[in-house]
Structures are given as structure tokens and as C-alpha cells.
């Protein structure tokens, strides 16, 4: 995977085009229920057009066969990444990847990545609400675990969860890591939170970043001193 911050598009569809108006380069970009929802299926071929990758971000959890057909349709579309919840079963995540199969086009199936636990979730609260009473981290490997075995590209998860993870799981698999603040901006509603450049060190395969370039004064200026601190280069 590239070495791009994923730009959070957490707009309506008229606000997302003309946001990325502002951008003379290609761009990984997140379209979520928001603008998903608002727009449909047109707003992934207009960002397309633009020569942006895309990263649907549905977070699937339904019976098997219902997450597969969805699958297909979604492959159609010709996105770049796609994710599921883990919590729906290894059956549910290997029907994802089917459906995935059947309906890509160009010969290339999208990525698909599952949700373990939300970056907005505390430990407590998982323990409380979901009553799974193991830590955290031990949710987030059990997860992780079982979309490996249903042969998923990769999870979606903390970045400081990453050191846990890939020792376990290996470099190969993808680890896509929201939750990201430069230092000295709020952390909003995410609990689990870390600097483009800890996530990098962390091992992160990507990460995605919202408020900190969308409701930036300056998002081009912001964007490409994230992936800055994200590359570890100098350009």
C-alpha cells in the first residue's frame, strides 16, 4: 500500500468535490456512511475520475449471504479498499471476500480489511457494554485472528495496538490505523489516539486522518505535513 495518509471525506457529496478541487495530486480518500449514504454510488465514480483511490467505508456485519451479495455489488464499483466487522464470524468475512471475488472488475478484487474494536472504544466500556471480559488488546487479537483465517487482507485497528499485532500476525498483513492527531489537536470523540509519526513507528500500514486536514484553515498545507510525519521524508 502506498505511503498516503487516507483523507477522511466526512462531507456531503457537493463539500467533498469541492474540497479535493484544492489538491494537485493523487489522493487515498475515505468515503463513509455520510457521504456514501447522501450521494450513492456517483460520488465514488466522480472521485474516480478525479484518479483517487478510494476506500469504502461501509463496515459490513450481516448474515453471510446478505454481506456477500452486498460484496458484489460494491466490487463493482471499482473501490480500492473495503471493510467488514470482524465481530460478524469467519463465515461472514470469508462470504465478504467471495462476493468481493465475484463482482471485481479489471481482474483485481478490492482490499478488504475488518473492524476489531473502535477507536473510539475504551476498555471499559467494551467490558461494560459488550461484555467481553478479556483487555482490550486480547479482543482486538482475537479479531484480528479470525479475519487472517478468513483470509482478509488485513484489520482495521489502534495504532498502539499494532506492536501487539504484528509480531503475531506478520508485516504482511495490513493494519490501518485511525485515530490519528497531530500533536497539540483534539483528540474529539477517538480514545485511543497516536501522531502520524508513532504510527509510523508503531508499524502501521496506513493511516487515516479526518478533522486535522478537512477542518484545517490550510488542508493542503496540513495534508502534506502529515505525510510527512507519516513517510518519514522530507518532501
Same mark, same amino acid.
Given at each position: ?73 460494491? #466490487? #463493482? ?116 489516539? #497516536? ?41
Amino acid at each position: 500500500m502506498e505511503k498516503l495518509p487516507i483523507i477522511a471525506l466526512d462531507f456531503t457529496g457537493a463539500e467533498a468535490k469541492q474540497f479535493l478541487k484544492q489538491f494537485d495530486e493523487h489522493l487515498f480518500v475515505k468515503v463513509g456512511m455520510e457521504l456514501f449514504y447522501e450521494s450513492g454510488p456517483p460520488i465514488i465514480q466522480d472521485i474516480k475520475a478525479m484518479g483517487h483511490k478510494v476506500f469504502l467505508d461501509l463496515k459490513l456485519h450481516d448474515i453471510p449471504t446478505t454481506v456477500q451479495k452486498a460484496m458484489k455489488q460494491l #466490487a #463493482a464499483l471499482d473501490v480500492d479498499l473495503v471493510n467488514v466487522h470482524a465481530a460478524g464470524g469467519v463465515n461472514m468475512m470469508k462470504a465478504a471476500v467471495k462476493g468481493l471475488n465475484e463482482g471485481c472488475i479489471n481482474g483485481k478484487r478490492p482490499e478488504i480489511i475488518a473492524v476489531t474494536q473502535l477507536t473510539s472504544t475504551s476498555e471499559q466500556q467494551m467490558q461494560n457494554e459488550q461484555q467481553i471480559q478479556l483487555n482490550l488488546i486480547q479482543s482486538v487479537q482475537h479479531y484480528a485472528g479470525l479475519a487472517k483465517q478468513a483470509g482478509l487482507d488485513g484489520i482495521v485497528c489502534a495504532a498502539t495496538d499494532c506492536r501487539h499485532l504484528i509480531s503475531e500476525l506478520g508485516s504482511d498483513f495490513k493494519y490501518i490505523t485511525p485515530g490519528i492527531r497531530p500533536k497539540g489537536t483534539d483528540a474529539n470523540d477517538q480514545v485511543r489516539t #497516536a501522531t502520524p509519526a508513532e504510527a509510523a513507528q508503531l508499524g502501521a500500514s496506513a493511516i487515516v486522518v479526518g478533522r486535522a486536514i478537512t477542518g484545517s484553515e490550510d488542508p493542503t498545507g496540513s495534508y502534506r505535513q502529515i505525510k510527512k510525519e507519516w513517510s518519514g521524508t522530507d518532501e
